[in-house]
């Protein structure tokens, strides 16, 4: 086994809402110590929540290894570090409450500073409330603009992935009357710069082909519908396609979707949010990882929310949640492979697809 392979991320995991469902996947995606030839889990959150989860999910014979900072995690166990008083933190499966919201920061906050500080190689987020988690210290629509902010980056970019679908988008969680206002050719020009590096930095792809939909039904229909594709998405990409890159559009959104055009193209991306995660997510539910390009970190998430109405009733799917901790180890090490080739100055042939790059995280059988 080669250094790269046998290399194992430290993957650090923020509980998000204790009463959504967040625990329950978190668990269930690690039950004993699966994970653990992979990478060294570390749970920021509350060791006495998630022994109440573990208790409640019948995971009785499976034991979590408490630590107080990342240096004492165990590689061979799931590490949990308590990131508030929890003594007196009362579980209400499926109830919206700010004490959730105030633990589930305490928890995001202390993950992010082990993540720039460089203790842990990667961050996976479980679902948050993200109006219970509003306070002095946190005012923003989501993770990705909070970590944005928390690594100096102007804007980055959410990216949903689920093997070799991609879709990064525009705008992200703003209002929809806003969008218009946001598509200039200088935020799809950096947009478009995001993911092409990405593709290649992250998931080793080495002459990336990316689609770009348009903003307006039938992609304008020649202007008849809107003239923002004729007046700006396709100079911007006329521009790329001069440099030699396979950027192509802007197709209809509908037709693109329901032909599956998508399987063409390493990468879509969407002008607006529902554009891009509505058929997303009617693909990928269940496998689909929100992944954040742009940091100088390994940043991923489950494509799912805290969703309320399942919690605490161990009905929920842990699939997602599973992806986003293998994409995590597999960009952690794709990352740190490009780096050594970079420091030792060695030229290597470039593989084709994000598939081939080295050091890929093995899944195992699902069913096994």
Not at 218 to 244: C, M, W, Y
Not at 323 to 341: F, G, H, M, N, S
């Amino acid at each position: 086994m080669s250094e790269l392979q046998s290399y194992k991320p430290i993957v650090g995991i923020s509980m998000g809402d204790y009463n959504g469902i967040g625990p329950e996947v978190i668990l269930k995606a690690l039950e004993s110590n699966q994970l653990s030839r992979q990478c060294t889990p570390v749970i920021y959150g509350s060791l006495r929540v998630l022994n109440k989860y573990r208790q409640m999910l019948n995971m009785k014979e499976w034991n979590l290894q408490a630590i107080q900072k990342v240096e004492q995690a165990n590689p061979k166990s799931t590490n949990v570090i308590t990131c508030w008083n929890d003594q007196q933190t009362e579980l209400e499966p499926g109830k919206i409450t700010p004490a959730a919201g105030k633990a589930a920061f305490a928890a995001l906050k202390r993950a992010t500073d082990d993540l720039k500080a460089g203790r842990i190689n990667a961050l996976v987020t479980a679902p948050i409330n993200k109006d219970t988690m509003q306070s002095e210290d946190f005012k923003f629509p989501g993770h990705t603009e909070y970590l944005a902010q928390a690594f100096g980056v102007k804007e980055a970019l959410m990216f949903m992935v689920a093997g070799d679908f991609r879709v990064g988008v525009l705008t992200g969680h703003i209002p929809l009357d806003q969008v218009r206002a946001q598509l200039t050719p200088e935020k799809l020009t950096a947009k478009i710069s995001q993911i092409l590096h990405s593709l290649r930095s992250d998931f080793g792809i080495v002459k990336p082909r990316l689609a770009v939909l348009g903003l307006n039904p039938h992609a304008g229909e020649n202007g008849l519908l809107g003239t923002e594709e004729q007046d700006i998405i396709s100079p911007v990409l006329l521009k790329f396609r001069e440099k030699g890159e396979l950027v192509i559009g802007p197709f209809p959104a509908d037709g693109f979707f329901a032909a599956s055009t998508y399987r063409h193209y390493d990468a879509v991306l969407a002008m607006y949010h529902d554009q891009g995660l509505i058929p997303f997510k009617t693909i990928a539910f269940n496998s689909g990882v929100n992944f954040t390009a742009g940091l100088s970190a390994v940043r991923t998430s489950p494509d799912h929310g805290t969703a309320y109405d399942i919690a605490g009733k161990n009905s929920a799917e842990p699939g997602s949640m599973l992806e986003a901790i293998y994409l995590a180890c597999d960009v952690a090490r794709y990352r740190l492979d490009t780096a050594e080739i970079v420091k030792n100055a060695l030229v290597s042939t470039p593989q084709a697809s994000e598939s081939q790059a080295p050091g890929k995280a093995q899944r195992p059988n699902r069913n096994s």
